[in-house]
């Protein structure tokens, strides 16, 4: 009985002795923190409307703007950078004041150039930037656009 007691005892102070020999061995990892992933951004700038001889729609022009807005956020997941931002910096630049609406499609001004929207873009931190101009899209309500018949 005593040689079981002692064997036992034996065994049980080898494996103690192996077990911390094993956790002095093996570093403990430090936590990791956390990925900070940063969104992509956009700017949506310079947008311009213009529809024809009955106006253009500001309300509408709001909507539209809106929708994508939230396209680029909710589906994309991207962040949008503010309007009055993007406005200041494109002054900044140089470039020309961009009215959002016009009554008259010949007055809608050309897209800006790949090499100023690079810029801008830079300029900003934007990842993405988004230019359009829109013709015959924001009728006034209750009025149609150029190939739209009254019901």
Not at 105 to 130: N, R, T
Request: glycine letters at 8%; hydrophobic letters at 35%; a neutral charge.
């Amino acid at each position: 009985m005593r040689v079981w007691t002692i064997l036992s005892l034996l065994a049980v102070a080898v494996s103690a002795g192996y077990a911390q020999e094993q956790a002095q061995e093996t570093p403990k990892e430090a936590p990791k923190p956390p990925v900070q992933l940063e969104a992509r951004k956009i700017a949506l700038y310079p947008w311009s409307f213009a529809e024809n001889e009955r106006g253009t729609n500001e309300q509408a022009v709001r909507t539209v703007q809106e929708l994508l807005r939230r396209s680029f956020e909710d589906r994309a997941g991207l962040e949008i950078i503010p309007e009055g931002r993007c406005r200041s910096v494109w002054l900044q630049l140089g470039n020309d004041n961009v009215s959002l609406t016009y009554e008259e499609p010949g007055q809608l001004p050309q897209l800006p150039s790949p090499k100023k929207l690079l810029e801008f873009g830079e300029a900003l931190g934007a990842d993405y930037v988004c230019a359009a101009r829109s013709r015959g899209a924001c009728a006034p309500s209750g009025r149609t656009g150029p190939n739209e018949r009254a019901t």
